[in-house]
């Protein structure tokens, strides 16, 4: 069991700036701790994500952190040329001394693909298009390609990324189809579904590794992302959690507020965060009490990997600051390497 961290880098009514100043002093915590990895999210035109160009964030984080792994979760695919993209993973992979994780995707809001004009019904197309070329430029001295969307012939990939072929690959799915395919292509997976529905998610994951003839011990990370706040008692933490969650909400639904449709997200952002830890997406209480909530959901959700948001909304930097001392000091020492891990 591992533990790792996500992190929308959403408005919290600090200028820019200082938002990005705060949340790098959080990450130097981050680093000093056993958590494995943090994981940003890239999103545009929208208060839901601050980071729109992951890999110049990372880029801060690579250079104020020495153990920590970094990456994005995603690269939203369909918004890059394949050529820079290949480029800015080296960059990043070098620069972190071999620590970038490879998530990619192909992005959820039709409005932030049709903003870089990408019709939402190719996206898909375009996400394995654009991987695929990934994959091939990563791992090879020369790229040669011809697709429905891009053309290459001999271009040279004098940047190579340091892990190799390329850095791990993590994907983000609520689908239990998806798990043939990531099991067949070593990819570690991340969902945001409840815990028992999770679970059909890793059995099928853990049946197709065993299929493929790969021992159980080394089945690649299948994780869950969930809103956490640890404060020192039970109701510190909701007081706290409850606030920032209307914060995060509104970001969470604004884009697709502006364009009167929200039946999207509505199911991932209830209405309070009360709501929201009854649907399994969020926990907030002491040390102990989180404590028991993980041991459920390792239980109930098959899990080897749990990702916590432990700044979001409002929350102020000494609000995170403490939930994050209590989560990795009092916390997630008591799972650290139990049962199955990457």
Not at 75 to 103: K, V
Not at 282 to 304: K, L, M, Q, T
Request: proline fraction near 7%.
């Amino acid at each position: 069991m591992e533990f790792g961290i996500f992190d929308h880098l959403d408005y919290g009514g600090l200028p820019p700036h200082e938002q990005y100043r705060s949340r790098l002093k959080l990450l130097e915590l981050y680093d000093d701790s056993p958590l494995y990895c943090y994981h940003l999210a890239e999103h545009h035109a929208t208060p839901l994500g601050l980071a729109p160009s992951p890999s110049v964030f990372l880029s801060a984080v690579a250079q104020r952190t020495q153990r920590i792994r970094l990456g994005p979760l995603v690269y939203t695919l369909p918004f890059y040329h394949p050529l820079r993209l290949i480029e800015e993973i080296c960059m990043l992979d070098h620069l972190s001394n071999g620590r970038l994780q490879l998530g990619v995707g192909k992005g959820i809001s039709p409005f932030e693909l049709g903003y870089y004009g990408v019709a939402a019904d190719e996206s898909q197309a375009r996400y394995f298009e654009i991987l695929d070329i990934i994959r091939r430029g990563l791992a090879k001295e020369t790229l040669d390609f011809e697709g429905k969307f891009f053309s290459f012939s001999n271009v040279p990939m004098n940047l190579r990324p340091l892990q190799v072929p390329h850095p791990p690959l993590w994907y983000g799915t609520n689908s239990v189809d998806a798990a043939a395919w990531a099991a067949a292509n070593q990819v570690n997976i991340v969902s945001l579904l409840p815990a028992a529905r999770l679970r059909d998610i890793t059995d099928r994951y853990r049946r197709e590794w065993a299929q493929l003839g790969q021992p159980p011990e080394s089945v690649p990370f299948m994780g869950v992302s969930r809103l956490i706040v640890v404060n020192d008692s039970d109701a510190q933490a909701r007081e706290t959690a409850r606030r920032a969650y209307r914060r995060w909400r509104q970001s969470f639904r604004w884009l697709w507020e502006k364009h009167g449709n929200t039946a999207h997200v509505d199911p991932y952002a209830p209405e309070d965060f009360d709501a929201m830890m009854e649907r399994g997406g969020a926990f907030a209480g002491s040390p102990a009490a989180v404590r028991d909530y993980i041991a459920r959901e390792i239980e109930e959700g098959g899990i080897n990997y749990l990702i916590a948001s432990l700044m979001f909304g409002d929350m102020t930097e000494a609000e995170a600051l403490h939930s994050a001392s209590l989560f990795v000091n009092d916390v997630i020492p008591e799972f650290i390497g139990q049962g199955e891990t990457s």
